[in-house]
């Protein structure tokens, strides 16, 4: 996922019916400080502050409750 400059809200949802995240539902590997967790309104949702601090590929997992983790990545430039 490409990230414009400047800092930016990342938010994630689950749309399909019956599926929930877990608690750490988007965990970065290895962690990176320039990721900060936003309050999230549903269990559906995660919101995340990316600081734009580093610029690089970050990887990440998503999890979601009784599904396997999935780990895509997010590109700062």
């Not at 800092?7 to 019956?18: D, E, L, N, Q, S």
């Not at 549903?42 to 396997?68: H, W």
Request: aromatic letters at 14%; one cysteine or more; proline letters at 16%.
């Amino acid at each position: 996922m490409p990230v414009a400059s400047g800092p930016a809200v990342i938010h994630w949802k689950i749309v399909t019916p019956g599926f929930v995240f877990a608690t750490d539902g988007i965990r970065f590997a290895p962690p990176s400080p320039q990721f900060r967790p936003l309050p999230s309104p549903q269990p559906t949702e995660i919101r995340m502050r990316n600081d734009k601090s580093a610029t690089g590929a970050f990887y990440y997992f998503v999890d979601v409750l009784n599904c396997i983790p999935v780990d895509p990545f997010i590109r700062n430039f």
